[in-house]
């Protein structure tokens, strides 16, 4: 799940008009997030995994005692001192929300939901569903916390493209999964990844979308 997150903007950067009111905020995280937790859900159906933080998540999940709601918003803690240095409270406090309504959900989501579907259907469809709620979170003002938050520390701090470290984690995230799980399950996990990040590369603009 990739999870860069939109640099902070400073409120006064976009004319009132076009700002997010509570209500839009509160209702698109509540929709982002529900779309997520959906797509962990598909993921964890099919024995398959995710990139970045989630994909740590379920990962873990996988090979202790502890399930994905609990490994994912611990996994998160360390992640938000540098959210709140470089994105501002109000992204962080949002950000917050965001990845404990996905831990919820996800938590609560298989007692109402079973699901029997093909590997390969399942890493397309949790990619697009994935993609799709990191995108209607993105445009306000939060993310899902983790590495995202991290690689744009990096590349702030040391000049060091966030996407070399995003993929530099995925790799390796995938790497372990391989330890963990058959060729073909991290073969069709890498196919839902690529398409999570497709969906974000085409929908997420900046330019049009920060800090509203």
Same mark, same amino acid.
């Given at each position: 799940?990739?999870?860069?997150?939109?640099?902070?903007?400073?409120?006064?950067? &976009? @004319? #009132?008009? %076009?700002?997010?009111?509570?209500?839009?905020?509160?209702?698109? =995280? $509540?929709? +982002?997030?529900?779309?997520?937790?959906?797509?962990?859900?598909?993921?964890?159906?099919?024995?398959?995994?995710?990139?970045?933080?989630?994909?740590?998540?379920?990962?873990?999940?996988?090979?202790?005692?502890?399930?994905?709601?609990?490994?994912?918003?611990?996994?998160?803690?360390?992640?938000?001192?540098?959210?709140?240095?470089?994105?501002?409270?109000?992204?962080?406090?949002?950000?917050?929300?965001?990845?404990?309504?996905?831990?919820?959900?996800?938590?609560? &989501? @298989? #007692?109402? %939901?079973?699901?029997?579907?093909?590997?390969?259907?399942?890493? =397309? $469809?949790? +990619?697009?569903?994935?993609?799709?709620?990191?995108?209607?979170?993105?445009?306000?003002?939060?993310?899902?916390?983790?590495?995202?938050?991290?690689?744009?520390?990096?590349?702030?701090?040391?000049?060091?493209?966030?996407?070399?470290?995003?993929?530099?984690?995925?790799?390796?995230?995938?790497?372990?999964?391989?330890?963990?799980?058959?060729?073909?399950?991290?073969?069709?996990?890498?196919?839902?990844?690529?398409?999570?990040?497709?969906?974000?590369?085409?929908?997420?603009?900046?330019?049009?979308?920060?800090?509203?």
């Amino acid at each position: 799940m990739s999870q860069t997150a939109p640099p902070h903007r400073e409120p006064h950067a &976009l @004319p #009132e008009a %076009l700002r997010h009111s509570a209500w839009e905020d509160a209702q698109a =995280l $509540l929709l +982002g997030t529900a779309l997520c937790a959906l797509g962990v859900v598909l993921l964890q159906s099919a024995g398959l995994v995710t990139g970045q933080t989630a994909g740590l998540g379920v990962l873990l999940a996988y090979v202790t005692p502890y399930g994905f709601p609990l490994w994912f918003f611990v996994l998160n803690l360390p992640f938000y001192w540098l959210g709140w240095a470089r994105m501002g409270p109000r992204f962080v406090a949002k950000t917050v929300v965001a990845v404990t309504l996905v831990s919820v959900m996800a938590r609560l &989501l @298989p #007692e109402v %939901l079973t699901v029997t579907v093909d590997p390969w259907i399942a890493g =397309l $469809l949790s +990619g697009a569903t994935i993609g799709m709620g990191l995108i209607v979170v993105f445009r306000h003002g939060a993310s899902l916390g983790g590495v995202g938050i991290l690689a744009l520390w990096l590349q702030e701090r040391f000049a060091f493209k966030a996407g070399w470290t995003q993929l530099a984690f995925d790799l390796a995230l995938f790497a372990a999964a391989a330890l963990v799980l058959p060729l073909r399950l991290v073969a069709a996990s890498a196919a839902g990844a690529v398409v999570t990040n497709l969906i974000i590369a085409v929908n997420h603009r900046r330019d049009r979308y920060v800090g509203r």
